[in-house]
């Protein structure tokens, strides 16, 4: 079975301007994660999504980012304009959602963005 | 009360030796507590988790001992291999099913032959 799917691995980009980050989740998953992770740091939730709404963003600086998940399945997160400060590697994770065995997130490899 | 703090930073271990990573939490909402290891260029993949109802789980080498009264948890890697160098996450998470994990702030571990 495939893991979660995220693209680019890597991206590199000067600063204010925009960036977008793909992720499929594992197949059967409603639930899907982004996560930030700064260098040295553990991953803080972005946004959650159970199916196609969001039903946690408290944590996604809403000036300058945005996401979707069309038909609750694939997932973009998107910065417009980045700033310095955004260069970290983002984490997509899913997990089968409310009625699963546990909580276990299943995690992409992550994008790492270099912001210049 | 949303931190999950981690420590040591980093950890240096012989082959064969026991590696011991330490946590404490203070909201006593959480339910679920995994261990996540996380290889470089790679995203944390779960070792292993336990809920606050029991107070040491094993799986082979790995254990996790919690205890509940001092909010404290730990991971015990008996029998460490070069190959088990990697970062180690705690984290905490309100909802058994699906809500956010709190990640500590991680523990770099080396292990040398």
């Known amino acids: 079975e495939a893991g979660v799917v995220q693209s680019p691995r890597y991206k590199i980009i000067e600063k204010k301007q925009p960036v977008a980050f793909w992720c499929n989740p594992i197949s059967g998953h409603n639930t899907l994660y982004w996560y930030r992770q700064n260098l040295g740091q553990g991953p803080e939730l972005l946004i959650r999504?159970?199916?196609?709404?969001?039903?946690?963003d408290s944590q996604l600086p809403k000036d300058r980012f945005s996401a979707e998940r069309l038909k609750g399945v694939d997932s973009t997160l998107k910065i417009q304009p980045a700033e310095l400060g955004d260069s970290a590697v983002y984490l997509c994770a899913s997990s089968p959602g409310a009625g699963g065995v546990s909580n276990e997130q299943f995690f992409g490899p992550g994008t790492r963005l270099t912001v210049l | 009360q949303q931190q999950v703090k981690q420590s040591p930073q980093s950890l240096i271990v012989q082959k064969g030796g026991i590696s011991i990573i330490n946590c404490a939490y203070e909201?006593?909402?959480?339910?679920?507590f995994p261990w996540y290891q996380q290889f470089p260029g790679k995203g944390p993949a779960l070792l292993i988790a336990?809920?606050?109802?029991?107070s040491e789980k094993k799986e082979g080498r790995f254990t996790i001992s919690f205890n509940k009264s001092a909010k404290q948890f730990s991971l015990h890697i008996m029998d460490s291999q070069p190959g088990d160098s990697a970062t180690y996450f705690c984290?905490?998470?309100?909802?058994?099913?699906?809500?956010?994990?709190?990640f500590g702030t991680g523990t770099r571990l080396q292990v040398f032959p």
């Open positions: 999504y159970e199916n196609e709404e969001a039903v946690d």
């Open positions: 909201n006593t909402a959480f339910d679920y």
């Open positions: 336990i809920r606050p109802d029991v």
């Open positions: 984290a905490a998470s309100k909802t058994y099913n699906t809500d956010k994990l709190i």
